[in-house]
């Protein structure tokens, strides 16, 4: 089976990782925009870091048989910083330009406030002035509450809800996730944290698999860059369709991606031999 897996931070991962990753079927990645461990202080840091996600790390997985794309924008966790915010995004758009920028994110909330807010909309306007598919990061606490802010945002800056992919739910969140908005609503299986493989195969199963977004959106903790795999293995013991196996596994994240124009992921990559992959 062909997998994209739609969230993951290949930015904190080994070359090692890419190879489990091709193994086990996974051909492109998505890569958004997330918080390094901790907060910068220049714009300029910013900056070097969003090339090397849409350069370098695009180049390093293809070596390994892997299409990289990327997400660009500025992370909630370091929004508290006005000025900064400010600075990052007068000057990102030479980054969102980007051949290989799919997506602006993740944007989003993490401790629920009015600064958060500020960067959100702008971001969120900035999406949609551009026409782009957006990511947005649901906090890992207060998960109700913060869609509460999310919902607040798209009212007053009324984005095409259809081009927003809502990451992070849980079953706190799922069902009015769907119900209030017309997004492409994402479920994160981590081994510890977030979702496992048995509790995001019986969301599917109870709400279905339409405009449902998987992935392992593996970072600096403890999580699984083939966790998409895990999921589908687990559908498939719990008798979900081939249909909605597929659906999960390519035609979703297909389908939301297409909606820009740079996506025109390479599934016909192989990797390098041995003495060609390095870095």
């Known amino acids: ?71 660009i924008a500025y992370n909630p966790k370091e929004a508290e910083n006005r000025a900064l915010v400010d600075e990052v995004l007068d000057g990102i758009g030479e980054y969102l330009d980007n051949p290989r920028c799919v997506a602006m994110g993740e944007i989003g909330f993490n401790n629920l406030n009015e600064a ?74 981590y081994p510890i944290s977030k979702l496992d493989p048995q509790r995001a195969s019986a969301i599917i199963k109870q709400y279905g698999a339409d405009r449902i977004l998987v992935s392992g959106s593996a970072d600096w903790g403890i999580s699984d860059p083939v966790s998409m795999v895990k999921v589908m ?3 498939k013991a719990d008798g979900h369709s081939e249909n909605t196996l597929q659906k999960i596994a390519f035609e979703n994240p297909n389908k939301f991606y297409s909606q820009s124009p740079k996506w025109k992921p390479r599934l016909d990559l192989k990797p390098l031999p041995i003495e060609l992959r390095q870095p």
């Open 1 to 71: 089976m062909t997998i994209i897996e739609p969230h993951i931070h290949m930015y904190s991962r080994t070359t090692d990782d890419y190879q489990r990753m091709y193994e086990a079927g996974i051909r492109v990645c998505v890569e958004p925009s997330f918080w390094l461990g901790s907060h910068r202080r220049y714009a300029g840091t910013f900056f070097d870091y969003f090339r090397n996600v849409l350069e370098f790390e695009h180049t390093r997985s293809q070596r390994f048989g892997v299409d990289h794309f990327a997400a």
């Open 116 to 189: 958060e807010y500020y960067c959100f909309t702008r971001q969120l306007r900035m999406a949609k002035e551009r026409g782009m598919p957006v990511i947005i990061h649901i906090s890992h606490t207060r998960k109700p509450e913060c869609l509460d802010w999310v919902l607040r945002g798209f009212d007053e800056v009324k984005p095409n809800q259809r081009m927003i992919y809502l990451d992070h739910n849980t079953e706190d969140t799922i069902k009015r996730a769907l119900a209030e908005t017309d997004c492409w609503c994402g479920l994160t299986v």
């Open 233 to 235: 293995e687990q559908m």
